[in-house]
């Protein structure tokens, strides 16, 4: 019986050091952002990025459930208010919203992400010039709060979201440049 009672008291200590370090060590805003060159115009990136009915045209989740999600459009047809809701049961794609919160035309776009109980992020979008071709950036932010776990899982978004940020901005680029206007 003695030995349950130590083995409870190394769990409380060890799950109390756990936390303390996850809230004085480690990072409360968690950001990632991954670049690739496109061989086009940005004008002929714009379109992709900046309208998100055109989304899942390059979404990295797209192809993950295309029979269960579901999609709706309300607020703007563009720009500043225009909002895209998504659903699926599958867990690498959930449910969510997504606003476009701001806008540079033909330069960025901003979005706020809603993951419901999963919290809520901002993504951006920005084109920049390159030698002709266009460098695509694309960011995300999250503030993890007070919560030791949220904190700990943080360590872990990089990889998470960067890899999937690479997936889609490697099908953007693929999209655009085989597209008809990407020698515009």
Same mark, same amino acid.
């Given at each position: 019986?003695?030995?349950? @009672?130590?083995?409870?008291?190394?769990?409380?200590?060890?799950?109390?050091?756990?936390?303390? +370090?996850?809230?004085?060590?480690?990072?409360? /805003?968690?950001? +990632? *952002?991954?670049?690739? @060159?496109? *061989?086009?115009?940005?004008?002929? @990136?714009?379109?992709?990025?900046?309208?998100?009915?055109?989304? %899942?045209?390059?979404?990295?989740?797209?192809? $993950?459930?295309?029979?269960?999600?579901? /999609?709706? /459009?309300?607020?703007?047809? *563009?720009?500043?208010?225009?909002?895209?809701?998504?659903?699926?049961?599958?867990?690498?794609?959930? *449910?969510?919203?997504?606003?476009? $919160?701001? $806008?540079?035309?033909?330069?960025?776009?901003?979005?706020?992400?809603?993951?419901?109980?999963?919290?809520?992020?901002?993504?951006?979008?920005?084109?920049?010039? %390159?030698?002709?071709?266009?460098?695509?950036?694309?960011?995300?932010?999250?503030?993890?709060?007070? %919560?030791?776990?949220?904190?700990?899982?943080?360590?872990?978004?990089?990889?998470?979201?960067? %890899?999937? /940020?690479?997936?889609? &901005?490697?099908? &953007?680029?693929?999209?655009?440049?085989?597209?008809?206007?990407?020698?515009?």
């Amino acid at each position: 019986m003695r030995w349950i @009672v130590r083995f409870v008291v190394a769990l409380v200590i060890m799950a109390a050091l756990l936390a303390a +370090v996850g809230l004085i060590f480690l990072p409360r /805003y968690v950001s +990632v *952002s991954r670049s690739v @060159v496109i *061989s086009a115009p940005a004008s002929a @990136v714009w379109p992709y990025v900046s309208d998100l009915r055109r989304f %899942n045209e390059w979404s990295p989740w797209a192809g $993950i459930d295309p029979q269960g999600t579901t /999609y709706a /459009y309300e607020g703007a047809d *563009s720009g500043v208010g225009q909002t895209m809701h998504w659903s699926s049961a599958h867990e690498q794609v959930g *449910s969510g919203t997504q606003e476009v $919160i701001a $806008i540079d035309p033909g330069r960025s776009v901003e979005t706020r992400l809603d993951f419901g109980e999963m919290g809520t992020a901002q993504a951006g979008l920005t084109l920049t010039p %390159n030698e002709g071709a266009t460098e695509v950036t694309w960011d995300f932010r999250t503030d993890l709060g007070v %919560n030791p776990v949220a904190r700990w899982f943080g360590l872990m978004f990089d990889r998470w979201v960067g %890899n999937d /940020y690479e997936k889609g &901005l490697a099908r &953007l680029k693929e999209r655009v440049e085989s597209g008809p206007s990407a020698s515009q």
